[in-house]
């Protein structure tokens, strides 16, 4: 696992990456409200992983996304998603607990693990 980290004009950000399996594991900045990058270094981000985001409330996904990994989001407070053009596949229990009132699937996803969006 490699760490690294993404500054913005307004943040910083330090994510736990994968870059052979194109995964982000963990995410260790302060913002509730995140966007997750398309790619870090000159990888993209394809995957997240399990419990990668917990305690955020708004997470934006770039169309780099294709997985989204069991409990990638579980217990994590989101109350807003966008999810991306390029998503195929949200595993088992993927946003679970959390406090979405509404999420858009796009055409796109073609596989949905059971209880995605249990508790929301």
Do not use: C, W
């Amino acid at each position: 696992m490699l760490g690294t980290t993404i500054k913005t004009d307004e943040s910083v950000a330090v994510y736990t990456f994968e870059s052979g399996t194109d995964r982000i594991t963990g995410y260790a900045g302060s913002e509730t409200i995140v966007a997750i990058p398309a790619q870090i270094g000159v990888v993209n981000v394809a995957r997240i992983g399990q419990d990668a985001f917990k305690g955020k409330e708004s997470i934006t996904n770039p169309d780099s996304i294709v997985t989204m990994q069991y409990h990638a989001f579980d217990n994590s407070g989101i109350s807003s998603l966008t999810l991306g053009n390029s998503l195929k596949t949200i595993e088992i229990a993927a946003f679970q607990n959390n406090k979405l009132t509404e999420v858009t699937i796009t055409t796109s996803v073609t596989s949905l693990g059971e209880n995605a969006f249990l508790d929301n």
